[in-house]
Nanobody, 115 residues
Framework: QVQLVESGGGLVQPGGSLRLSCAAS????????MGWYRQAPGKQRELVAL???????AYADSVKGRFTISRDNAKNTVYLQMNSLKPEDTAVYYC?????????WGQGTQVTVSS
């Protein structure tokens, strides 16, 4: 069993930046993908960014060029650097760890973009 703990959320003005962290209680080396998802009020959870065990990355069109996902296997941590934030980025952000037959989620961290 792996526990994921997100941190780094908060209130930021439009155009600002935040860096989210997802710390795993165990090794993330064996997971096929680590990802960030978000869920805004009244909307379905959506994929924001993925990073594979080979460090390939994929992003939602809405965040391309603004967000960067990275992983530090030595620290068992995944990051999401978010720049040029927009009000529509407001959501609860969840970390996900996926491998065959296993899916783990964190508890989420709130990101609010507002002036």
């Amino acid at each position: 069993q792996v526990q994921l703990v997100e941190s780094g959320g908060g209130l930021v003005q439009p155009g600002g930046s935040l860096r989210l962290s997802c710390a795993a209680s165990g090794s993330i080396f064996g997971f096929n993908t680590m990802g960030w998802y978000r869920q805004a009020p009244g909307k379905q959870r959506e994929l924001v960014a993925l990073i594979t065990s080979g460090a390939s990355r994929a992003y939602a069109d809405s965040v391309k060029g603004r967000f960067t996902i990275s992983r530090d296997n030595a620290k068992n941590t995944v990051y999401l650097q978010m720049n040029s934030l927009k009000p529509e980025d407001t959501a609860v952000y969840y970390c996900n760890a996926h491998r065959v037959m296993d899916d783990y989620w964190g508890q989420g961290t709130q990101v609010t973009v507002s002036s």
